[in-house]
């Protein structure tokens, strides 16, 4: 079973940077992707980056490209997402998913708990 735990949260002020981690165990050979999404007051999900496992392409959301950054520890099963310059709007859950994924949320990626971001401006 693939099991996934997010860390690095936390408050922040606006300008500041964060850096989320995620530690993936069980990993299946369906998961060709790991990502982060996130649940934004008043929004619905939305998709912010994604790495393949493959070759480690990586893919960003427009509103977070060039001030985001997802990498990948394949040794320790780790992602990474490095947020600069955050913005109250950035403010909401971010969830680490695994599976084949896209520009959207869907039940059918393997999902972390969650960890809290709270950019305060």
């Known amino acids: 079973e693939v099991h996934l735990v997010e860390s690095g949260g936390g408050s922040v002020q606006a300008g500041g940077t964060l850096r989320l981690s995620c530690t993936a165990s069980g990993l299946t050979r369906d998961v060709n992707d790991m990502g982060w999404y996130r649940r934004r007051p008043g929004y619905e999900c939305d998709w912010v980056a994604t790495?393949?496992?493959?070759?480690?392409?990586?893919y960003y959301n427009a509103a977070v490209e060039g001030r985001t950054t997802i990498s990948q520890d394949k040794a320790k099963a780790t992602i990474y997402l490095e947020m600069r310059d955050l913005r109250s709007e950035d403010t909401g859950v971010y969830r680490c998913?695994?599976?084949?994924?896209?520009?959207?949320?869907?039940?059918?990626?393997?999902w972390g708990q969650g960890t809290q971001v709270t950019v305060s401006s």
């Open positions: 790495i393949t496992q493959s070759l480690g392409s990586k």
């Open positions: 998913a695994a599976g084949t994924l896209y520009g959207w949320c869907d039940e059918k990626y393997y």
